[in-house]
């Protein structure tokens, strides 16, 4: 017997009903959920699903002063979660003492991890800032050694000042006669990799010619970062996609990667073969030189690549970022760049009155390494610029296991913990009220440079991993900036748009476009004896 009519209807209306109750009911839950975590929470927004990714992408534009904002909010500290399935949550902070205890107190609990190695394993593969437990280790062993060796301390003073006084007061001048405006940063990023490259690897790119030609090595390595870069910026399912079909950014990323290699095994082979043929490499002072004379097994033609690697691409871009930061902060704050040409003109009436009278112009002035010791205001100013605007603007650590931060906050095994050093520089309760000032007067007491503790000031990492090469960065970044200030006005051409670019390192989106304007000489400054 068929059913009744009646019940056909209802049955019908039932369904309906029970469709619409079940999709009233999820939107009800997603927009509780959304509102209980909205209330309960500090920090960003979860949202179900999604996590905290649609909050990043409506501030992909100002990223790194929202995260200051949301943790000026939280009190220093909050948690994200990351789309669904992926396994990414974690806490972002820029409390002191949190930081103090991952880069230092329980240092092995906080390695870069797998999510960080991942994403530059192409390019970096087992090189030292790639590495985490023994390898690092070895690596640092070695870098440490050598480095703050005579011989390579000596090498590397020596290049700093022929790179400048030959090819980039060269460069400025020609600038200055033509009346041409040129990208300082890009200047900068050509200085640091010659350089670089000359310390590291004993190979001299010439980046910096007259002409700024397109160095093929160069441009590689810069592709090769910029598209390792992107891989933070997507979820891992899209970067992987994109690299198992070899396209778009993936694809770059290969070409540039293989082109890179290929040099730097290239100049390894090289230097075996010069190695062998002269009996030693005593006539050479570089980094990889001195490695390959300790005969040491571990370090392989493969070893020795991915090490310079790794160093090129510190000694590249954390510099050069620094210093168009530097000169544009100049030209906000002239005040300060009065303070430095002072300094500098005060350490140059300080020679011995025979090296005076041969001076002449600014153009025979090289200053000595003792000399820019002295140069405390402008060491200063350095810093500060690094304060607001570090190189690095964000680094990260995972956990290995559970744990509990000082300020009370629980962390899951796995969990990544992003410090926010940009947010850092600006938060009051490290800084003070006037955090958000380019003051290079916080540095200095009875006229002598003062630092601050790393784990405040966490431009140059910390504890264990603390930057082998500081002393290197500040020798070459004063060179720079005093013999420029002291031949040039550094002008910021009108209306040149200034703000931070969204990569790993700091750069100026835009660049930094500046015209060299002729200061008159040091004699001519001199009051009539």
Request: with cysteine.
């Amino acid at each position: 017997m068929g059913e009744a009519p009646w019940m056909e209807v209802s049955m019908e209306a039932l369904k309906s009903i029970a469709l619409s109750d079940i999709a009233i009911s999820l939107v009800g839950l997603f927009i509780f959920s959304t509102v209980k975590n909205r209330l309960t929470s500090k920090g960003v927004m979860h949202w179900p699903v999604l996590g905290s990714y649609p909050a990043l992408i409506l501030h992909l534009h100002e990223v790194f002063e929202y995260v200051t904002r949301v943790l000026v909010q939280a009190g220093g500290t909050f948690p994200y979660t990351g789309i669904w399935k992926t396994g990414a949550f974690g806490l972002v902070t820029a409390d002191t003492a949190n930081v103090e205890y991952m880069l230092k107190t329980n240092f092995k609990n906080y390695p870069k991890g797998k999510y960080y190695r991942e994403r530059f394993s192409e390019l970096l593969g087992d090189g030292i800032f790639n590495a985490d437990d023994e390898m690092w280790k070895v690596q640092r062993r070695a870098a440490s050694g050598e480095m703050h060796s005579a011989r390579f301390v000596e090498y590397s003073a020596k290049t700093i000042e022929e790179l400048t006084h030959k090819k980039l007061i060269k460069l400025a001048e020609k600038l200055s006669r033509d009346g041409r405006s040129v990208d300082l940063q890009d200047v900068f990023l050509r200085f640091t990799f010659d350089n670089i490259c000359i310390a590291a690897l004993g190979v001299d790119t010439r980046c910096l010619a007259v002409d700024l030609p397109e160095v093929p090595f160069a441009r590689a390595f810069e592709r090769a970062t910029e598209n390792t870069s992107f891989r933070f910026t997507v979820p891992p399912l899209v970067w992987k996609a994109m690299r198992y079909f070899q396209i778009g950014s993936e694809k770059q990323l290969a070409e540039a990667v293989k082109e890179v290699h290929e040099f730097a095994e290239k100049t390894v082979l090289a230097r075996r073969i010069e190695s062998k043929k002269l009996g030693g490499l005593s006539h050479r002072s570089d980094l990889l030189s001195v490695l390959m004379e300790v005969h040491n097994p571990l370090y392989t033609d493969k070893f020795l690549k991915d090490f310079c690697i790794s160093f090129i691409l510190a000694g590249r871009d954390t510099s050069s970022v620094a210093l168009a930061w530097f000169f544009w902060l100049l030209h906000k704050n002239p005040n300060v760049e009065t303070r430095i040409l002072d300094e500098i003109h005060s350490v140059l009436k300080q020679r011995d009155e025979l090296n005076l009278g041969q001076m002449g112009t600014n153009d025979n002035i090289v200053f000595t390494p003792n000399e820019l010791k002295r140069m405390e205001y402008l060491h200063a100013a350095l810093s500060e610029s690094l304060r607001l605007y570090p190189s690095v603007p964000i680094e990260f650590k995972e956990a290995l296991a559970d744990d509990v931060f000082p300020d009370g906050n629980r962390i899951k095994k796995s969990a990544r913990i992003f410090y926010s050093i940009y947010s850092m520089g600006r938060m009051e309760s490290i800084w003070g009220k006037d955090c958000g000032e380019f003051k290079p007067e916080r540095w200095i007491k009875e006229g002598q440079f003062v630092s601050e503790s790393q784990f405040k000031y966490a431009v140059f990492n910390a504890g264990p991993r603390l930057c082998l090469g500081k002393k290197f960065a500040y020798n070459q970044m004063k060179m720079v900036a005093a013999s420029l200030l002291l031949r040039y006005s550094v002008c910021v051409v009108k209306d040149h748009p200034v703000k931070p670019k969204l990569t790993t390192t700091l750069y100026m989106k835009n660049g930094l476009q500046v015209l060299f304007k002729p200061r008159p000489s040091f004699r001519q400054l001199m009051p009539a004896s």
